[in-house]
């Protein structure tokens, strides 16, 4: 398989009143054609900024790309000229937008929101363009697609809403997908429908996907490979097998410890002690070491390097050799 995408050493910074809020450091992480990334973490840890840095829709001021590589198909696409940017926006790199009422502009209809990116970056007349938004209305799924294409959103449910934006993204046949938090607010069995559309899309279309989420068990269904992010940085890298039958970092193993397990009486969920520190204001070391059980005077005072632990598996911390004495009282049974 040929590498679609690959970032490399990516840092973005933002510039605030109360200091640098480092968003994203030195962070790196490839996607092929056809699979599918995940990224995982909870909120603020650097997954939709590392989307947006993608995109180069970092707002500056305040935010800046400090440095790194972005490579799509080996063109480093940060040095291009914002007019090659934005006929790769939205053509080549689609995104699916966290918050489908709110990226959503209430004023134009679902057919004249499908319809731009389908006039700009392809040249359709408007005839052709309506034709063309009709049928991506048709193919996520949408009944009555004559009728939802002259809608407003605010008309649509909720799941609904989350369909028009898949068929903007795929408007314009990208290479790439990358969709944030495709499926927060939605109820489970909606939530399926939208991860079935957009495996489904995939296989039809070959794109390589992106999918940002904090679920566990959308990772678990759609992801080939997956990047454990936490403030800032990614803790762990590895196929989905590798992070969830064999997991090497402790926040890894904190975050599959935290899964609600059917199988146990306990009265209270696992959880991971304390809080993310704030990104302006990281610890000089591991930035995980405030919450690691294990932590030991060097995680306090050395940011540890990505060390690869198996084929295609690296983990950032300093114990991960000695993880396995740990591991069974941390995972607690999780599989």
């Known amino acids: 398989m040929s590498k679609l995408l690959e970032v490399k050493n990516l ?39 590392s989307a947006l840095s993608i995109m180069r829709l970092i707002p500056d001021p305040p935010g800046k ?16 000229p914002e007019k090659i940017m934005q006929d790769i926006r939205g053509n080549d790199i689609g995104m699916i937008f966290q918050e489908p009422m709110t990226s959503l502009n209430p004023v134009f209809t679902c057919g004249d929101q499908i319809e731009e990116a389908v006039i700009l970056h392809q040249k359709l007349s408007k005839e052709d363009a309506k034709v063309k938004a009709i049928e991506m209305l048709k193919l996520v ?4 697609p004559e009728q939802r294409y002259n809608e407003y959103p605010h008309q649509l449910s909720v799941g609904m809403r989350q369909r028009i934006m898949i068929a903007m993204a ?24 939208i991860l079935e559309l957009i495996k489904k899309l995939q296989h039809e279309l070959g794109m390589g996907v992106i999918m940002i989420t904090h679920d566990l068990g959308v990772i678990a269904e759609v992801s080939t490979r997956v990047a454990v992010m936490y403030a800032s940085k990614v803790a762990e890298y590895g196929n989905v097998d590798q992070i969830f039958y064999n997991p090497k970092h402790p926040y890894t193993i904190g975050l599959l410890n935290s899964i609600p397990k059917l199988n146990k009486s306990k009265s209270r969920l696992a959880t991971i002690e ?24 060097k995680c306090w005072n050395e940011q540890p390097p990505l060390t690869e632990v198996e084929p295609g598996h690296i983990a950032a911390c300093w114990r991960v ?15």
């Open 11 to 49: 840092r973005t910074y933002f510039y605030t009143d109360d200091g640098v809020a480092k968003a994203v450091d030195d962070v790196s992480f490839s996607l092929d054609k056809g699979e599918t990334l995940g990224l995982v973490g909870e909120s603020g840890c650097g997954k939709s900024v």
């Open 65 to 80: 790309i400090v440095s790194g590589e972005i490579l799509f198909k080996g063109k480093d696409i940060l040095k291009e």
């Open 141 to 144: 799924g949408i009944p009555a």
């Open 170 to 193: 795929l408007s314009c046949n990208p290479e790439i997908l990358i969709a944030d938090e495709p499926t927060t607010a939605l109820d489970v069995t909606v939530q399926a429908q």
């Open 274 to 297: 304390g809080n993310v520190p704030p990104p302006t204001s990281y610890p000089k070391g591991c930035h995980f070491c405030t919450r690691c059980t294990f932590a030991i005077e």
């Open 321 to 335: 050799n000695e993880i396995d004495k740990y591991k069974e009282q941390l995972l607690a049974a999780v599989i």
